[in-house]
């Protein structure tokens, strides 16, 4: 299909400010394993996002601003870090870079260490070479 501009003087313009959404999230499957509220979640988080992915909102007014009641926004923030999508601590949210690794249930995932302890580089390539194999 031929595509053309429906709107000119509307073209979209990459903004001043940092934001945007990976078309790898459709593309690689990644939305189809997400919840309405998840989605909701999502958009905002990456909309927000400084240019390394974090924000920080309180849950009063994540839920204000979504029309979620607690327990709605603790289940769709809960799928997002389950798919890999986000990190949260409160109050800090990271938008994760999409990858090939998210899409694999939890416990398939590498993990990383939690501390700057020494590391097996023997493992470590091992690992990649698995990952990339």
Same mark, same amino acid.
């Given at each position: +299909?031929?595509?053309?501009?429906?709107?000119?003087?509307?073209?979209?313009?990459?903004? &001043? &400010?940092?934001?945007? $959404? @990976? &078309?790898?999230? $459709?593309?690689?499957?990644?939305?189809?394993?997400?919840?309405?509220?998840?989605? =909701? !979640?999502? #958009?905002?988080?990456? =909309?927000? %996002?400084?240019?390394?992915?974090?924000?920080?909102?309180?849950?009063?007014?994540?839920?204000?601003? #979504?029309? +979620? =009641?607690? %327990?709605? !926004?603790? &289940?769709?923030?809960?799928?997002?870090?389950?798919?890999?999508?986000?990190?949260?601590?409160?109050?800090?949210?990271?938008?994760?870079?999409?990858?090939? @690794?998210? +899409?694999?249930?939890?416990?398939?995932?590498? =993990?990383?260490?939690?501390?700057?302890?020494? $590391?097996?580089?023997?493992?470590?390539?091992?690992?990649?070479?698995?990952? !990339?194999?």
């Amino acid at each position: +299909m031929h595509k053309r501009l429906l709107c000119v003087p509307r073209l979209r313009k990459v903004p &001043q &400010q940092f934001s945007w $959404v @990976d &078309q790898r999230l $459709v593309r690689d499957g990644h939305i189809d394993q997400l919840s309405h509220e998840a989605c =909701t !979640l999502y #958009l905002f988080l990456v =909309t927000v %996002a400084d240019a390394q992915g974090l924000s920080f909102y309180s849950e009063r007014s994540l839920c204000q601003r #979504l029309s +979620m =009641t607690p %327990a709605v !926004l603790c &289940q769709a923030r809960q799928v997002l870090i389950e798919g890999a999508l986000v990190a949260y601590q409160r109050p800090l949210y990271q938008v994760l870079a999409l990858d090939r @690794d998210a +899409m694999r249930p939890a416990a398939e995932r590498p =993990t990383l260490p939690d501390n700057d302890g020494p $590391v097996d580089l023997k493992a470590v390539f091992e690992k990649i070479w698995e990952v !990339l194999g």
